[in-house]
């Protein structure tokens, strides 16, 4: 299943740098292929040991991992809702993410300009906020207009709807997001089709300085309580050691200086490892002598909606799954050793899909 996320923030916040820092990032040799879709839009791999595991046991012709694109979209500035700064384009590229990736300054520096003439997280977070809520007010308006002249016919679905819109309405005009709004599943299905800027899962990254990227500053404290009742998590990253990092060729050089920085992954692995978290994926492999392959999948799926996610034919013709638990795999060193030992399991449609599995998928059209 294709993931976009869209890195957002105020100009001049590093939103830049991260995406630069995703785009040349070579961690694990070559683990984290870039290609440029268009100026502002990269696809990177997912970084997985497991899958460089099994590609070493079953030494297949081709490996493939999974992949995330990332849309790094221009800087948001007050009045965007409004169109301001071409505000209306970037907030169209929002629409089109399943996440956002929030970039929030949280460092100080004479040498780099704050639109807003200081260093305040939490005043650009709500800035931004403000401007998504503003642009979904205005949708979610334009979608109540629509039926509430239907309404006047007497329509019951018609005046349930509008019922539905003004609590989202009312949410919004309050200035807090739509995904903060506990409503049914039912009444979700209502705005689905709004894409909703506000409903979208988000991941605040704090950008700090060298010297805070492991335990944070003042900045961040100011971070974490403004978003205490979120539910949202929030990620360390100082873009200058990324910079660094994403110029060292060699993965040696690079783990040398991650030791003296005292860390010991580069960021932007723990920035997708939450991405998979914050959107609830997972993943599972197959495995061949033509191919090693990481796919993705939502937590809960069923085998059929697993095998869904290579091809619908799979999931429509669905028979069985053969499956091997990954530790199983790794333990035994093959799949015939598996089969041999009992630990391959023939599942049928029920069976939900555990992360780490390695799946085979019969079917038939």
């Given amino acids: 299943m294709a993931v976009k996320c869209g890195i957002v923030g105020m100009p001049n916040v590093g939103k ?17 292929p870039f290609c440029t879709i268009e100026p502002n839009v990269g696809v990177i791999t997912v970084p997985d040991v497991r899958l ?25 500035v007050k009045g965007a809702s409004k169109g301001e700064g071409l505000g209306n384009k970037f907030l169209a590229n929002i629409r089109e993410t399943n996440a956002i990736i929030h970039v929030l300054r949280c460092f100080d520096d004479d040498n780099i300009v704050h639109v807003d003439g200081s260093v ?18 205005e949708v979610v308006e334009k979608k109540r207009d629509k039926y509430q002249k239907i309404v006047k016919s007497g329509d019951k679905e018609a005046i349930k709807i509008v019922g539905i819109l003004d609590k989202y309405i009312i949410h919004l005009q309050k200035g807090e997001s739509v995904r903060s709004l506990e409503m049914t599943d039912t009444e979700k299905e209502v705005i689905a089709d709004l894409y909703l800027l506000t409903d979208k899962p988000v991941l605040y990254v704090c950008n700090v300085d060298e010297v805070s990227a492991k335990d944070g500053n003042k900045y961040v404290e100011q971070v974490r309580e403004a978003i205490k009742t979120e539910d949202a998590e929030i990620l360390l990253i100082a873009t200058s050691i990324e910079a ?47 191919e090693v392959r990481a796919w993705t ?26 499956v091997i638990a990954y530790k199983n795999f790794v333990a035994l060193g093959s799949e015939q050793a598996c089969k041999d030992s009992g630990k391959l399991s023939v599942e049928g449609k029920q069976y939900v899909v555990q992360d780490g599995d390695v799946m085979h998928f019969r079917f038939n059209v």
């Fill in 16 to 32: 830049s740098t991260l995406f630069n820092c995703l785009s040349k990032a070579k961690a694990q040799s070559a683990n984290f």
């Fill in 120 to 137: 305040n997280p939490v005043r650009d977070k709500e800035t931004i906020d403000f401007e998504l809520q503003i642009k979904d007010l």
């Fill in 244 to 290: 660094e990092i994403a110029e060292l060729e060699d993965l040696e050089e690079q783990n040398l200086f991650l030791d003296e920085m005292g860390l010991e992954k580069p960021g932007v692995h723990y920035l997708i490892q939450a991405t998979y978290r914050l959107l609830n994926l997972q993943t599972y492999f197959t495995a061949g002598e033509k």
């Fill in 52 to 76: 460089e595991k099994l590609s070493e046991l079953v030494n297949p012709e081709k490996v493939q991992a999974t992949t995330i694109e990332i849309v790094d979209i221009a800087g948001l």
């Fill in 297 to 322: 999948i939502t937590k809960g799926m069923k085998a059929p909606q697993a095998a869904g996610v290579i091809h619908s034919d799979f999931e429509k013709g669905f028979i069985r799954a053969e």
